[in-house]
Structure formats: structure tokens, C-alpha cells
């Protein structure tokens, strides 16, 4: 069995058991065994498996890790990692898995004017797995960053991606509620991807992110912009003055986040979109 053959024959069962993107879930899978990237696998930079042996070895690697993609848990649980803005960053139930929009929120931070204040001291709330406030850190090396989450079990997978990076003595860890207990003017900026799906709506989604990934970094409460809401309002004393606020919101969003930066009295409120065209990030400044 040649590796188009091994692909073909993983997406086969991917596809029956109603894996979205079932090609690319192989690929990613077969690559994940091999230690390669997915293209690699058909280059031949991969590990060829000549004799009947090898290609044994290889098969009762891969049956295990199939095996729980047909049951619904999603490809970054069972490989254990995704890759974030070039770092390899661990996941597993603890927290969310990082989606590729919020890379965009990170370029949003990278390309402020936040960094013009020197140290700048930013604060990401709800950090998860790490994936913002880690490659901020990595970027930025000139600045001070604290990370917040109210899940002692994400902090902990946030502290063990730090240490796998030789970050963690860059950031200051803390189990809390949002800002809650900040000093008054104590930031330059705030970043936050935080829970934003409506109670209802949580219950509806596919079995592979309702079932395997935590409610708690998924479900806000009954509109969904609970906690947006609520940090918006928090920042705007825990912001200095001219600081800046960073958002990541639901693609149906957008015109009731900048509702409440209005309602709150932010200044310079941008909403951007994100690659499908959907607003999903929010700039506001602090007057």
C-alpha cells in the first residue's frame, strides 16, 4: 500500500463516519505518525515503510488515532498540537482548540500603535491553551505580559506551552475573572478571545466541538455577550488612557459589539473581517 492508497483509504472511512474534510484530516493524521508536515507525506520526506513489517508498524499506529476521529473527537485533540502563528502549541480538553481567525487578531495587535509605549504592559483574558499571549511574548520581546483565565486546568496547559517555548517567566499567570482586582490605568491594551456563543446555540453545534471541547471557553450565556460585555466595561478602567481594546466575536456579531464599545464610549471602534468575510475582530481605544 503506497501513501495515496494509505490517504485515500483513511479518507474512505472519514468520510462515512461524517468527518468534515476528511482528505485533509488523513493527511494531517498520517503525517502526525511520520513526523512530517501533510505535502511531506508525498514527497518522500516521510519515513517509506518497505517491508511488510514496517507497513504493519505503521498501520497499528495510525488505527488508534482513526479510531477516535470516527468517534467525533477533533484531529487536534488526537495528535495532541496545532500549529499557531509558528509555534507548535499543545491541546486537549483543557481548553479550546486556537482557530485560524484568531491568528488575525494577533496581526491586529502586532501592527498597533500599542508598542509605541515602552514597556507596553498587555493583558490577554481568557488565555487558554497560551496561543495569543505566547506568540505576543515570542514577537515582542520589549514588553510585559499578564495572562488571565478563570480555568485553573487552561492555565496549567498555558504554563506547559510557555515552558515548551522558553516563555514562561515572560508572563505573569493568574486565575480570575476577567479583570477582576486590576488596578485602575494598569494596561495598554487588552486582548481577549472569550466565549461568545449563546447558551441555545452552544447546544446546537457539531457533536465534534459541543462534546470534546470545554463549555466554559465556548458558551457565554444566554445572548452570547455576556462576557464580551462585561470585559468591555471592565477595560475601560483597567485601560490607560488612549490604550487599546482587541476583540475576537462571532461572525453575527459585529454590529452589537460596536453597539456596546459606543454605548461605553470608546473611541476609533473598527470592526474587521475576517478571510470568509465575516466580521469577527474589534480595535477600540480608550479615550
Known amino acids: 500500500m503506497n501513501i495515496t492508497q494509505l490517504v485515500e483509504s483513511f479518507e474512505f472511512r472519514f468520510k462515512a463516519s461524517g468527518v468534515d474534510n476528511p482528505k485533509r484530516v488523513a493527511e494531517e493524521m498520517i503525517a502526525h505518525v511520520f513526523s512530517c508536515r501533510p505535502l511531506e507525506i508525498y514527497t518522500g520526506a516521510a ?8 507497513k504493519f508498524d505503521i498501520i497499528r499506529k495510525l488505527e488508534p488515532l482513526a479510531e477516535r476521529i ?3 473527537e477533533p484531529l487536534q485533540y488526537v495528535v495532541g498540537h496545532v500549529d499557531f502563528w509558528g509555534l507548535q502549541i499543545k491541546c486537549d480538553p483543557r481548553a479550546l482548540i486556537p482557530r485560524p481567525e484568531t491568528e488575525l487578531l494577533v496581526e491586529e495587535v502586532l501592527s498597533s500603535k500599542i508598542w509605541d509605549n515602552k514597556p507596553a504592559t498587555v493583558v490577554e483574558v481568557g488565555t487558554g491553551t497560551g496561543c495569543i499571549v505566547l506568540t505576543l511574548a515570542n514577537q515582542r520581546s520589549d ?9 485553573p486546568d487552561a492555565l496549567e496547559l498555558a504554563r506547559e506551552n510557555a515552558l515548551a517555548h522558553n516563555l514562561e517567566n515572560r508572563i505573569l499567570w493568574m486565575e480570575n475573572h476577567l479583570l477582576e482586582r486590576f488596578a485602575p ?19 446546537q453545534l457539531s457533536p465534534s466541538v459541543r462534546d ?3 463549555q466554559l471557553a465556548l458558551d457565554s450565556g444566554p445572548s452570547g455577550m455576556e462576557l464580551i460585555a462585561e470585559l468591555a466595561t471592565q477595560s475601560r478602567y483597567v485601560l490607560v488612557p488612549g490604550g487599546m481594546l482587541f476583540l475576537e466575536f462571532g461572525f453575527d456579531q459585529g454590529e452589537s459589539v460596536r453597539q456596546c ?10 470592526i ?4 470568509a468575510g465575516h466580521d469577527r475582530i474589534a480595535i477600540a481605544k480608550n479615550p
Do not use: C
Request: aromatic letters at 8%; a negative charge.
Open 70 to 72: 470516527e468517534k467525533g
Open 143 to 151: 514588553a510585559n505580559f499578564k495572562a488571565v483565565d478563570i480555568s
Open 47 to 54: 519515513p517509506q515503510a518497505s517491508t511488510t513489517a514496517e
Open 272 to 275: 474587521k473581517h475576517d478571510l
Open 185 to 203: 490605568a494598569s494596561a495598554d491594551a487588552v486582548v481577549a478571545n472569550l466565549p461568545y456563543i449563546a447558551t441555545a446555540d452552544w447546544k
Open 212 to 214: 470534546h471541547e470545554p
Open 261 to 270: 464599545l459606543e454605548k461605553l464610549g470608546y473611541r476609533d471602534i473598527q
